[in-house]
């Protein structure tokens, strides 16, 4: 091994994502001490009684959802104290975090990354690394995308100064080999940009910026039916998707809030009061270090 930066990369914060923690575990097998230059810090699963457990969004010991939790607490539940052991022994001492995710047990997505927007030099650096991984859209946000306890990985990663982002593929509770490869990549990509290996890896296709994640929610408990598919374009006032009784009346159109392109969407049809139904990224500008002509 030789002197480099430190890199954290996590997986399985949520325990059905199995593209993530499978890259994470294939990555592990596949270095060589000897090539790196610095120390990549490896967790597969972060959220393992999900994980054993088959649960989708939470953990199951408290219910809670890790990724609303960040950074936790050490005198609170499993899930806080967890979170905050990851944070303050993990991610505050690495020089860069990458947390692998994609679509849960009844998600699917469209690859994409999202990391916080701002000028501080870890959230400058956060952008350059993400649109250097090379997932089709980039969120760069800099509000939360729901109403919780805590905040998300790569929050706590910046208030702590380091770089971090959140990169997804795959989802409904499969594993396949096409994520894994995306999601591989991306990571091949960040370590030979940062200097920590030599690999070769194929370049990144075009990275669409995305300023804005819009979730949308049900009003009625129901049958969801969705008229869009992940990846399409939506227009603001578009209908799509409706909530059916269990008689098979219309109870509530779902319209979209906004002109975007849906990145996941809830594929089960049971759908409770408020029950999540999909994200729509917007887009208005590119990321500012893009922008500035940094070099990737």
Not at 35 to 40: A, K, Q, R, Y
Not at 110 to 127: E, L, M, Y
Request: proline share 7%.
């Amino acid at each position: 091994m030789h002197p480099g930066p430190v890199i954290f990369i996590s997986a399985g914060v949520h325990g059905g994502e199995y593209p993530a923690i499978e890259t994470v575990i294939r990555l592990a097998r596949s270095i060589d001490a000897g090539e790196i230059s610095g120390v990549i810090v490896l967790m597969p699963v972060v959220n393992l009684p999900a994980f054993w457990g088959r649960t989708p969004f939470v953990c199951p010991v408290d219910g809670l959802n890790p990724n609303r939790m960040f950074p936790g607490s050490p005198d609170g539940s499993y899930t806080e104290q967890l979170v905050h052991a990851m944070t303050e022994e993990l991610i505050a001492r690495a020089d860069v975090y990458v947390d692998l995710h994609g679509g849960d047990m009844v998600e699917a997505l469209a690859p994409f990354s999202i990391c916080r927007g701002g000028h501080d030099a870890a959230d400058t650096q956060a952008r350059e690394l993400a649109e250097v991984f090379g997932l089709p859209y980039l969120l760069v946000i800099d509000r939360p995308v729901q109403p919780a306890k805590g905040s998300m990985s790569f929050v706590a990663a910046a208030e702590r100064g380091v770089p971090g982002f959140i990169a997804e593929a795959g989802g409904v509770g499969l594993l396949d080999e096409e994520p894994v490869r995306l999601l591989t990549d991306g990571l091949i990509r960040v370590l030979n940009h940062l200097g920590i290996l030599r690999r070769d890896v194929d370049p990144a296709g075009d990275v669409t910026a995305l300023s804005r994640f819009d979730w949308l929610y049900s009003r009625h408990a129901g049958m969801f039916h969705a008229r869009v598919a992940v990846d399409d374009l939506v227009t603001v006032g578009a209908v799509v998707g409706t909530i059916d009784s269990l008689f098979g009346d219309e109870l509530e159109q779902i319209v979209s809030p906004a002109d975007g392109r849906v990145l996941f969407l809830t594929t089960s049809p049971a759908m409770p009061i408020n029950g999540l139904l999909m994200g729509i990224g917007v887009a208005d500008q590119r990321p500012s270090w893009q922008a500035n002509g940094a070099a990737s």
